[in-house]
């Protein structure tokens, strides 16, 4: 039975006590391709001499007791500052593009629930076939769904500014 090893490196350094070390080969098949194995049994296989290294743990250092860095300020000293107008600027710019956007999604809403009608969906020419007729109330439900969740985001959103 042939074993291999696979990606072993030839410096090789163990931090726990080996009893016992097998021996490496490096072979080289006839394209030049390099294989370490635990066996030299095959042509082109030489024994790597690796070195036994035996280390020993460091020792536990002693614990210092260095002061806990303090939070003063979590805005360092040279960052950049916008004045107080500004600011309120740009809040005042977020607050209508939120509204902006919960007024689309509550009107995509009142489309969506329209169309849906309650669960009870009109059928379209096109859908002879109860599989796209279901795929489309599916669709319709999940949009339902999602268009929900995308009002509340933004109302929670709004209720988080200033």
């Known amino acids: 039975m042939k074993q291999y090893l696979v990606g072993l490196s030839v410096s ?3 931090s726990i006590p ?3 070390q097998s ?3 490096l072979c080289v098949d006839a394209n030049g391709k390099k294989e370490y194995k635990n066996t030299g049994i095959t042509k082109g296989c030489k024994l790597v001499e690796l070195p036994y290294t035996n280390t020993v743990p460091a020792p536990p ?3 210092k007791s260095a002061p806990a860095p303090s939070r003063v300020s979590a805005i ?3 960052f950049p500052k916008v004045d107080e107008g500004t600011q309120r600027a740009r ?3 977020r607050k209508q593009i939120l509204l902006d956007e919960l007024k689309l999604e ?3 809403l009142d489309a969506v629930k329209k169309e849906y009608n309650g669960g009870d969906v009109e059928r379209r020419a096109d859908e002879r076939q109860p599989s796209k007729y279901l795929e489309r109330v599916n669709n319709l439900k999940n949009d339902l769904a999602r268009t929900e969740k995308n009002i509340e985001a933004l109302k929670r959103e709004i ?4």
Do not use: F, H, R, T
């Not at 209720?159 to 200033?162: D, I, V």
């Open 12 to 14: 090789i350094v163990c």
């Open 18 to 20: 080996v009893q016992a």
């Open 23 to 25: 021996d490496v080969y």
């Open 61 to 63: 250092s002693a614990k």
């Open 76 to 78: 360092p000293s040279g």
């Open 91 to 93: 809040d005042s710019d």
């Open 106 to 108: 509550e009107q995509k």
């Open 159 to 162: 209720s988080n500014l200033k």
